[in-house]
């Protein structure tokens, strides 16, 4: 590998290998065999190859910010990490996008876009350090992805290091190429159908204006109801996004905020034409209002707006201030059960008795249950773990999915038997087996059996080398 | 094969015929469950199948190798769930278009497509073809309003991907795989969709005696001064063409988007920009599906935004020269063009002008697929046009989804 991609490049002593055990989910490790840091396309299809020969799993990584384990490494494996391939390779203006490597930081792209009154829309909360490539394998969302979509909406085409090493150009600038939207269907594969080294992504004109409002309640029921009425009005808020009391309690505690201590919040963007945000944001402060909103808070300026979306976007991380640790949960409900999944939570967390904070993305029904535990109190972690399942669970029962925006990863591949049924998860399965037969990329993730990718499709059926213990099957 | 007795089956005739393939026999099958027995009876006998939806797309693409039967889609017209408040629709693959449109405007909801013939498109018509139409502007197309999906694979076996919720990513992404396979991977039976709130005002403006340079200026015009149209196209049957922009939304932000593009038209390329009465707007849009759906010959064009400037000169030229009364539809913002008409008598000269045509856009990687065309000129033009790079993988897919090869056989590009 070091004559691949220069000695230095490469990361083989056990203390080094120990930065890559993890990704953002770090009750989740495994030391990898080797860290490879390619620069190139040409690099990347090399090291692939070089594994296959040697029989090696492969693991892509970006910045290692993902919360499922995606990026795990499996034993005895080669972790592929793309850091260093962050240029941005094109810019085009009028036609509307940019081609940039996998290294490059979510938030980046947008800076680098910024003089050209242009940006990249998807935002999730640790844009300022996730990568593309990262986002593309998790279909990566954010905060205002209810108006402007996932990441599989802004990515055009991508140059593709298969399996065996292959490279291919998938989709491109230019729409609707014929085909099968290969584009489509590897946008959130976790890493399982291939590397990309190079990403085209689509580029939005810069809003008009934004109107920001942030707004208390008494409980979650009324701000459950604020969100509904105000989508029932017609509009699509560029972004909504609900706290409760204890994700508020963090949030203060970490940026020192003057946030009222009341049971929950909204903090909504509407953005588009000036007169058009004008109408949407006075609508919907009005809605807050005969929804019972407390207060209502307009910011003065640019300044000000910041801060509330810095409250916003810290709850995570300030959760950390409240509890020695917690487990951050994602699961999907459809929107109009917010009040009555929250009640829900709140029974299954009274019964564990373990507090849990509630932050979301409430305009598309996502939620981030923070589930607070100390890892120190025998017994706490594991009661925590069975918490954020139970709760996953109620999502499932409803209607919704085990991820919004997480992906499913190492962690949640033991749920995706409950939401999907085995003939589902076969086609995707054979979906992964077209674009990677040996099963050599990122094994061991999303699918909650391991399986065998047949001569022929059909029921599962042992292989012999698996059999007889040779052959490591996922 | 045979019918079991639940399916409704009939020997197939002409008038089933898919581009001149008459299938042995039809089945309308009532239910997703019966669906899933037809598929599943075609397995054992080895038969192949093509699905019909409304049949507005059935010029699309090369005659099957094979064709024992046809499965039509009409009998799959619920709609599953309605979730007004969660603003998400499940629906058989059979409801067209409009049934959904009425549906859900009940409570003033829609789903933001607007392909012509919307009372004989289906649902899983317009997913099979990733059909569209001018709003695809503002909202994207199938791909970006599809959230789940449940199809009948080749073997009888009924898979879902995605879900019920807008944001989801648990899985592979099967909903976007369907979009545009043409039937080739699977029945698409149910469609789970994204919807929107119906805007309370809708406008549409007209600039007349636009140069393809002109429609471009304007688009830049617009992005520079931050309007956001729900729709912008461009119709042609010359030189020039007319420009419709249309706005939607709430009144005040209409109206001020309406008020400032009127300056905007006559600072970029002179000339009035009139604001269409609503049965003249009605009356353009029409003429738009019109143009859409005519013609002998249709192209549909795919290429950068920019690179429609050279029209009509350039591979424009190249198509415009080989049809008589030639009408053009295009999307300046998404760089995609409908060409239509009547080719000229030579199937020879039309086939060489068609690649020709498709020469001048690869480089950049635009496409040209034939929608509908004559006889003569599909005997000599492959109506995909070369299979893309990634064609292998386009073929291994086709080959775990569907091993035997029964479905849609040779339709698809690269006769896959």
Known sequence: MSALVGAANCVSSPSDLRTYECDGLTSFRVTPSLVVLPASTEEVAAVVRLARELGLAVVARGAGTGLSGGALPVPGGVVVALTRMKKILEVDLENGFLRVQPGVANLDVSRHLAPFGTYYAPDPSSQSVCTIGGNVSENSGGAHCLKYGFTSNHVLGARIVLADGAVVDVGGPALDAPGYDLMGTFVGSEGMLGIVTEVVLRMLRKPQATRTFFATFPSTDEAGNAVSSIIASGVVPAAIEMMDRLAMRAAVAATGLDWPDVGASLLMDVDGPLAEVEHTSRHSVDLARAAGALEIRIPKDENERALMWKGRKSAFAAVGRISPNYIVQDGVIPRSSIAEVLHEIEALSKSAGLRVANVFHAGDGNLHPLVLYDAKVPGQEKAAEELGGAILRLCLRLGGSITGEHGVGAEKAVYMGEMFGEDDLETMHRVRCAFDPERRLNPGKVFPTPRLCGDRPGPYVPHPTEVSGEATRG | ?416
């Open chain 2, 1 to 416: 094969m045979s019918a079991t007795g639940a399916l409704a089956v009939r020997p197939g005739t002409e008038a089933d015929a898919i581009l001149g393939v008459v299938p042995k026999e039809v089945f309308s099958p009532a239910d997703v469950e019966d669906a899933r027995a037809v598929l599943g009876e075609t397995a054992r006998t080895g038969a192949s199948v093509g699905f019909v939806g409304g049949g507005t797309a059935l010029g699309l693409g090369r005659p099957p190798r094979r064709l024992d039967a046809v499965l039509r889609t009409e009998r799959l017209t619920r709609i599953v769930e309605y979730a007004p408040s969660d603003q998400i629709v499940v629906v058989e693959a059979g409801l067209t278009l409009d049934a959904l449109q009425r549906a859900v405007a009940a409570h003033r909801q829609r789903l933001a497509i607007d392909p012509p013939l919307p009372a004989r498109r289906t649902i899983g018509g317009l997913v099979a073809t990733n059909g569209f139409g001018p709003r695809r502007t503002r909202y994207g197309s199938l791909r970006d309003l599809i959230i789940g999906v449940s199809l009948v694979r080749a073997d009888g076996a009924l898979a879902k991907g995605g879900g019920k919720v807008v944001k989801n990513v648990a899985g592979f992404d099967l909903p976007k795989m369907m979009v545009g396979s043409l039937g080739t991977l699977g029945l698409v039976a149910t469609v789970t969709l994204r919807l929107h709130p119906l805007p309370e005002v809708d406008v549409t403006l007209v600039a007349g005696k636009k140069t393809a340079r002109d429609v471009r200026n304007l688009v830049a015009a617009m992005r520079d001064a931050q309007l956001e149209p729900a729709a912008v196209a461009a119709l042609s049957t010359g030189p020039l063409f007319e420009v419709a922009i249309r706005f939607e939304g709430f009144p005040a932000g209409v109206a001020e988007q309406r008020d400032r593009l009127v300056p905007l038209v006559a600072k970029t390329s002179g000339g009035a920009c009139e604001v269409l009465p609503e049965a003249a707007a009605r009356a353009f849009w029409e003429r738009h599906d019109a143009l859409r759906t005519a013609g002998p010959l249709r192209a549909k064009v795919a290429m950068l935004p920019s690179a429609f400037e050279e029209f009509p000169e350039g591979w424009s030229g190249t198509l415009l020269r080989l049809l008589e009364a030639p009408s053009v539809v295009l999307y300046p913002t998404l760089g995609i063009s409908f060409f239509s008409g009547v080719p000229s008598p030579d199937p020879a000269q039309g086939a060489a002008a068609l690649a020709s045509a498709r020469a001048a856009l690869a480089p950049a990687g635009g496409s040209l697929v034939l929608e509908e065309a004559p006889d003569g000129v599909r005997a000599l033009v492959d109506p995909w046009g070369p299979p893309p790079p990634s064609f292998a993988l386009m073929r291994a897919l086709k080959d775990r989804l569907d091993p035997d090869g029964r479905l849609n056989p040779g339709r698809f590009v690269g006769g896959i």
